[in-house]
């Protein structure tokens, strides 16, 4: 069974920094693409970066670049997200997602259950 | 980037029947398009992928069609279940956009 799980969520100040991780488990991690993926609280979704298999290929949304850094580790089947110089309008939750493939031309199949970030004084 | 445009933002259904979903898109897309079904508090499921493709497990009264630049979805006999926020969003090309929601909810 494919899993996802979220974690390092949290209350943070304006401009402070917070790492998100994503364990996965039930398939082999370093055969797909994966992404983050955000949801301000009330508002819809917004695809937050991309990183292929191999790290080679990397995307972000224009809101995050420069501040936000997505990076994984084959090896211990896990993905993160370094978050720096955090903003009240990146509060969200924020899940991790898998593609179905490891092809830009390719969607989400799986999420992870969320974790909150909470930008705030 | 793409813009889509989704309609209706709400709609009022009852149990048994048909409804319709629209997502249009600012520039053609081929078929690269999916449709996700969220509940409060969980995550998104993916129901459709390549515009009409169902992903595997979601029930056949989920249906999806169209390519280029307009997409519909279709529930052809709603359930109980089925009252949730559904999005449409483009893979074509980055960055990966969603439409605004549609909240199903029951009349």
């Known amino acids: 069974e494919v899993q996802l799980v979220e974690s390092g969520g949290g209350l943070v100040q304006p401009g402070g ?3 998100l991780s994503c364990a996965a488990s039930g398939f082999t991690f370093s055969s797909y693409s994966m992404n983050w993926v955000r949801q301000a609280p009330g508002k819809g979704l917004e695809w937050v970066s991309y990183i292929s298999s191999s790290s080679s290929t990397i995307y972000y949304a224009d ?3 420069g501040r936000f850094t997505i990076s994984r580790d084959n090896a211990k089947n896990s993905l993160y997200l370094q978050m720096n110089s955090l903003r009240a309008e990146d509060t969200a939750v924020y899940y991790c997602a898998r593609d179905r493939g490891d092809y830009i031309w390719e969607t989400f199949d799986y999420w992870g259950q969320g974790t909150l970030v909470t930008v705030s004084s | 980037a793409i813009w889509m445009t989704q309609s209706p933002s709400l709609l009022s259904a009852s ?3 048909r409804v319709t979903i629209s997502c249009r898109m600012s520039q053609g897309i081929s078929s690269y398009l999916a449709w996700y079904q969220q509940k409060p508090g969980k995550a ?3 129901l459709i992928y390549a515009a009409s493709t169902l992903q595997s497990g979601v029930p056949s009264r989920f249906s999806g ?3 280029g630049t307009d997409f ?3 529930i052809s006999c709603l359930q109980s279940e089925d009252f949730a926020t559904y999005y449409c969003q483009q893979y074509y090309s ?3 956009t969603f439409g605004q929601g549609t909240k199903l909810e029951i009349k």
């Open chain 2, 94 to 96: 980055f960055p990966r």
């Open chain 2, 65 to 67: 069609s169209g390519s």
């Open chain 2, 72 to 74: 519909t979805l279709t």
């Open chain 2, 44 to 46: 998104p499921e993916l």
């Open chain 1, 63 to 65: 809101s995050v670049k």
């Open chain 1, 17 to 19: 920094s917070l790492r």
């Open chain 2, 15 to 17: 149990t048994g029947d």
